[in-house]
């Protein structure tokens, strides 16, 4: 099976999310700047009626978003988006240019990710669903910058209510995951 790289830059750069809870394996993962995206926090939910943002990207010519370019397959690829909810428009896939943050100088090469074009900026990030993407990000070796930015950003405590929408949708994830993976 051919195998494509995917650029996250949200809960999924945290590896425990990525391996346990999408159910996804890696050849490869690199920290990588997209220039020409602005990550913003103002995601609405899928489900209405909860009060957390999650995160997504915008175009915007003057930015950068950093995140990690993982190599995965494409089989790998689309359950990240079945677990997304590309078919049901909770997010699209976009391609975008990154290049590693190793190499500045290193040529840059496609990546797939997901964007969204809806927005609630009034809406704000869970204290844990900001963890996710302050840990991914401390895992994968991004500048401290960049996490003292992420760290910056306005958020909630998580509700009861939202923990169990949580745990029920944890429990539809692992019921989504595949059984046998492609061999590598």
């Not at 915007?60 to 494409?74: I, K, M, N, S």
Request: charged share 25%.
């Amino acid at each position: 099976m051919s195998e494509v790289w995917y650029f996250a830059y949200g809960s999924n750069m945290q590896a425990d999310t990525f391996r346990g809870r999408r159910g996804v394996e890696w050849a490869r993962a690199m920290p990588v700047r997209a220039r020409g995206w602005r990550l913003v926090l103002d995601k609405p939910p899928l489900l209405p009626g909860a009060a957390t943002s999650y995160a997504n990207i915008v175009p915007d010519p003057d930015a950068e978003v950093l995140g990690v370019a993982y190599h995965v397959t494409e089989h790998d690829l689309a359950h990240i988006e079945l677990t997304e909810g590309v078919a049901i428009g909770n997010y699209e896939r976009v391609a975008i240019d990154v290049t590693p943050l190793a190499d500045p100088a290193a040529s840059s090469f496609r990546c797939w990710s997901l964007h969204s074009t809806k927005r609630a900026p009034e809406l704000r990030p869970s204290e844990r669903y900001l963890r996710l993407l302050v840990c991914g990000a401390e895992e994968h070796g991004l500048p401290a910058a960049w996490i003292a930015w992420l760290r910056s950003h306005p958020c909630h405590p998580e509700s009861a209510a939202e923990q169990e929408l949580r745990s029920h949708l944890d429990e539809a994830l692992r019921a989504l995951r595949p059984g046998k993976k492609e061999p590598r």
